[in-house]
């Protein structure tokens, strides 16, 4: 029914950049939150930004002033533009999202299958 499709991830060196892209698609009623979370090798998933459907947005403290969120509501996309990237924010970075569907009245979470973010030292 819905879908979360994540791109963008690959190898860097530290203090590179990277923009990840995550794309909705199926039956969309409507989204509301659209968030990124990441998971570190032998660690567990963590939150890293939020982006609101009114526009708010909200970072972990270890990526603020170097990574933003950005959506698009009309196209169903969320971006996260990292920059100034350190070795510890490699992981498998997953796109998740509050989404309706057409016909429905609830409001479940979706998750993207995720991708490789490497930052080299």
């Known amino acids: 029914q819905v879908q979360l499709m994540e791109s963008g991830g690959g190898l860097v060196q530290a203090g590179g950049s990277l923009r990840l892209s995550c794309a909705a698609s199926?039956?969309?009623?409507?989204?509301?939150?659209m968030r990124w979370y990441r998971q570190a090798p032998g660690k567990q998933r963590e939150w890293v930004a939020t982006?609101?459907?009114?526009?708010?947005?909200n970072y972990v403290d270890s990526v603020k002033g170097r990574f933003a969120i950005s959506r698009d509501n009309a196209e169903n996309m969320v971006w996260l533009q990292m920059n100034s990237l350190k070795s510890e924010d490699t992981a498998v970075y997953y796109c998740?999202?509050?989404?309706?569907?057409?016909?429905?009245?609830?409001?479940?979470?979706?998750w993207g299958q995720g991708t490789q973010v490497t930052v080299s030292p």
């Open positions: 998740n999202a509050v989404i309706r569907t057409v016909g429905q009245l609830t409001w479940p979470n979706y």
């Open positions: 199926g039956r969309i009623g409507g989204i509301k939150d």
């Open positions: 982006s609101t459907r009114e526009g708010a947005t």
